[in-house]
Structure formats: C-alpha cells, structure tokens
C-alpha cells in the first residue's frame, strides 16, 4: 500500500507526464508566429527597452515580463516554448492543489478534474509560445492566488494567515495587470469562498453570503482597486483596450448592446464548456494526413495507458477512475463549475471579444477552463457510474490529446513555411532597398497581420535598425491600396510603419508544389490563374527593381534555421536573381547543373529562366525541351504566352522573337 503522500507525488506525476506528451512532442519544431513578431523584431533593434514601450499604452506590466523574458531567453523559439511549457504544467499543478484542499476526500474526482484540466482543448495555441506565454503564466498566478487564499482561511496562525493573505493578494494583483479582462476569476473566489463557508457551517443564504464577503474582503479591495486604476486613472490609447471606445459602442445603442452581452456570454457558456470537447478535434481530425493522424493515435492511447496504469496502482488494482457510486449524487460541482465559466467569460464578452474556434479566437476560453474541468466532472459522476464513467472520461483525455497534437503540427508546418519563405528570399533577393512594402501569399496557414511579414523581414535585411521596410497581407483592402499607389503610414502598438504602396514587391507560392515566386510586374510567371485573383489582379504594381542585385546577400538569423539543402528551389532562385540581372550564361550554367543532379521542378512555370536563356544563347535543342515541359501544362503555357504578349521585358541580348515562338507558336 502506498502512503497517502506518496500517492499525491504519484498523481502529480501523472498531470506532469500528461502535460508533456499533449504539449511537449513536438517543442523542437516549433517557432515564431503572430504577434511574436512585432514583439521580437522591435526587441532585436531597440531591446528590452523597446519592449516595455510596446506596452505602455494598454498593459505596461506585459512588457517588463517580455523584456525579463526577453533577457532570459533571447531570439530562441525553443527556450520559449520550453517556458511556456513550464508555465503550463505550473498552473497544472496548482490546479490540483487547488482541487486537493477543496475536496479532499474526493481523490478520484479530483484527479479526473486535473486530467481534464491538463488536456483541455478548447485552447489550443499554446504553441503561439512568445506571446501566449503571458496568458499562461497569469492563469498559474491566478491559480496559486486561489490556494494560498484557501490555505490562509484554513490555518489558526495568525502571522501565517497574514503572510499567505497577503501573497494572494500580490498573485491576484499581477494575473490582473497581464490581462484586466481576467477580473472575472474574482467572482469566482468570492464563490469558492462561499462554497467553503457553506460547507462548513452550513448557514443559511444570507449568514454565508455575509460570512464569504468579511473572509473575501482582501482581495475584493484588491480588485475593486485594480478596476479603480483601471478604468479611471490609467488611460489606454489602443482602441482595442480603450474604455472611451467600450463606452461610445454601449451608449449609441444600450439595449441591443446589453442584449448582444447576454446571448453572446451564452454562446460563449455553451462554446467553451460543451462544444469545446468535439468542435477542435473534428476540424483536427477532418484535416489530418494519415501520417499525423497515426502519431496523434498512438500519442493520445499512451496518455491514457499511463493513466489506466496510475490509477490502478493507486487502487490496488480496482480502477480507481470508476470511482464509488454516490448516493446522495451532490450536483455541487456542476453549480461551481459553471459559476467558475460564465464569471470568466462574461468580462471578456463585456470587451467585445468572445469564443470562437477559429485561428486564435479560442484564446479566451483558457481563464473559463478550470470551471469547464469542474462542470465536466461534476456532470460524470453525478449522471454515469462504473464502466460507462471510466469510458467517457478516458474518451475525453484522448481525443484532447489529440487535438493539441494537430494544433502543434498546424503550427510546425507553418514554422516551416516561414522558413523556407525566407530561405528562398534571401536567395532571390540579396538586399532589399529601404521603403519596399512587401506582400507575401503562402499556400497554407497565411498571415493574418503585416507585422508578420514586415517583422522577419527587417530582421533578415535590416537587422536592429527598425522598421525599414513593410509588409501587409494582400486582401481586397490592401489590393485597393496598391492600385491607388497612394502611400500611407499606420501604427502598430507603438512603431511607426510606413506603408509606401508605390513600392510593392509581391511574392507568393502560387501551389503547394511550387517555389517561392518574386513576381516582376513587367512579365509575371505563375502556373496559371490562382484561386485568388487578387495576386494576378494586383501583380503587374510588383516592382523587381527594389531588389539590389549587387548587395552582398543578407544572412539568415539562426532562428530562422540556417542553410537549406541545395535542392531544386535553390537553383530556381539563383536562375531568376541571375536572369535579373542578364546573365544569361549564369542562368544556363545553374540550369545544366540542376539537371545534371536530376533536380527539376514541379511546377512548370519555373523552366521559364533556362528556357530564356537557352533561347537567347541560341541553344535550340535545349529551348525545344524547356519549352515542352512548359507546354505540357496547358494552364501554365496560356498564362505565360499571355504575358509575353506584353513585350520584351530584358534588354538585348534577350532574344523574345525566339522565347515567343519557341512557347506559343510552336505545336
């Protein structure tokens, strides 16, 4: 038989081991996404103090944690993710402790709680590690305020009570100053408070209603006072967080505002505690590849073979997970558990955000998540018994396992995009000339801000000198731009972008398949028209003359991988810098060689470099056979012998009679 002790480090253990297989596989591949990069790029050119201004003008205590951070872990993304990592088993942790001296003759219960907890999957952008990291560490803050607050209301000591008082105060204070919006968890001590207090005394409604204000006191002060500094003294100037702006919205139209609060706080209940265990792991599942989802299998069937084994240890061989049919079937941790969601979520709706399982919208289901492990288990053991029980909770923990596996290789796989997006531009691209405003269209997993582009870029090309170039992602409103040629400037927190549209250098993957392409506005290559006629409706504004041929090629920070295998894309981007610049010789040279290594491309389109320089070379068996390829795809030819038709775009010696007929005319 263990010892009662021992078997609390056994259970840790357990949440700890969960934790690391649902969050920790694939740490190593994973990088920089999002606001991570308005973050680092402005920590790489001004530094920590760069970082802290970010911020003054919404969450002034976010920016020294990123700047500790910062100095901690430098331009690592594996360091991060890593902290994250830890941040996340610390509130795991504290979960657990909370659950343990709130029930602890519920051994049973509460570790299923904990589990469910560990691998909720309603937040899945954990590996969003540089920015996440915050929101992280405020719901662990959050978590210990909770048990020194319980710890200090349950100890006879009085300087003990006041020491532990007084350190949940100080939890409290911070896990606000990372995310005001989190006040909600305030309502949900004074509801542990009054739990506790019912509990024990068994008052009346109103004697324990009173009796949970007098111990709550504290740390109603301390909230009450946040929400003081909060909306009168301190003054946000990002719309975002601006009281000015919440307060216009809700005065123009009060009652269909309050209204909107109300069915979109419900949606929200509903969303987080219900739809959260099946809506992720059916977009996850629904868009997998075999090969993922294999690992994902075998991933989420170890998590729940090492809980099986825990738990039948811990029982001397009976499931413990079954647990003992109640009697009296108490529905108390259903009421706190959805008291626990509706107090965290209703702040959030009141700002105007909600619930969403889109991109990063789920983010703010994490604060709710703790009150979703209590009403989910709550509603297990009062309604199922048994087998059926021990069933339906290990279903959970798999297929939440499962979720945050695909949303960690989601976020691999857009790693590495990236670095292959800059990779190859700094193939194609040696320099960038001050003032390019660059658009960058990828296949899969877009960017979703131009702090995503304009970020790695100044990095790569202008590394500690600010923002010396731009970035946007191309959409309907920014394609308007570019047809205006009517620069602008725009701020980001507190950097000062200059969006200078009559500069625009566009590149996109136009498949899957197919290299990065830089596109000249005076002859545009691409395999055929894109699902998007935004690229080609805007295409010919790309100006390839922002690229400085000449410069020494910039160097690829070690973040961003390093070198890549000298495959096909390689030579494809060394053709067209060299075509750029006619060298046509250059152009033939890389082209004999990559075939020479049997490298060829799958998108056709890329032969158009060798098939021009053949031409222009007079190398007439090799123009033939450049030309075929490109003429096997129908899609490919039409577009290509459309933009010829558009004149030479090369000066002399380029021989576009001979292109032109070698693609168009021929048979």
Sequence with gaps: MLKKGAGHWREAGLIILVTLLTYGILISKLGFYRDDWYLFSTAQSQGPAGIVALFQIDRPLIGYLYAAGYRLLGLSPLAWQIAALLARIAGNLAFLWLLRILWPERR??????GLLFAVYPGFTVQPNAGVYITDLTANAA??????????????SRSAIRVLLSLLAALLALFYLGIFESAIGLEVARLGLVWYLVWRRHRFGFTSTLIQSLKADLPYLLVGGGFLV?????FQSTRRATNLDVLVGR???????????????????????AVFAWAVPFYQSVSNSNYRDLAFAVILSLSAIGFVLVLARQESGGELALQGVPDPNKRPDLMFLGILIVVSALLPINIAGRNVLFTDQWDRYTLYAS???????CGFLFHFFEGGSRKVVLLVLIGMSVTVHYFSAASYRDSWRWQQDLWQQMVWRAPALQQGTMLFVVLPAAGFEEGYEIYGPANMVYYPGQGVRIGGEVLNSNTATNIELQK?????????LVDDNYQNTLIAVYPTLQSCLHVLDGRKVELPGLLDTSLVTDVASYSRLDLIETNAAPATLPAFLGGEHPRAWCRYYQEMDLARQQTHWQEVARLADEAQAKGLTPEDVSEWMPALEAYATLGRTQDTRHAASIIRSVDTARSF?????????????????????QSLCQAN
């Design 108 to 113: 049973t219960e509460t570790l299923a709680m």
């Design 142 to 155: 959050a978590l210990f305020s909770f048990v020194l607050m319980i710890e200090a209301l349950r100890t």
């Design 229 to 233: 500094w909060r909306l009168f003294i």
């Design 250 to 272: 809700y005065s123009a139209l009060p009652v269909h505002s309050a209204l909107s609060v109300i069915v979109e706080t419900v949606k929200d209940v509903v969303e987080t």
């Design 370 to 376: 703790e009150g979703v492990a209590i009403l989910a």
């Design 487 to 495: 620069n602008r400037q725009h701020y980001d927190r507190s950097v």
């Design 640 to 660: 290509l012998c459309l933009q010829l038709q558009r004149g030479a775009a090369y000066p002399p010696p380029y021989d576009y009679n001979r292109v032109n």
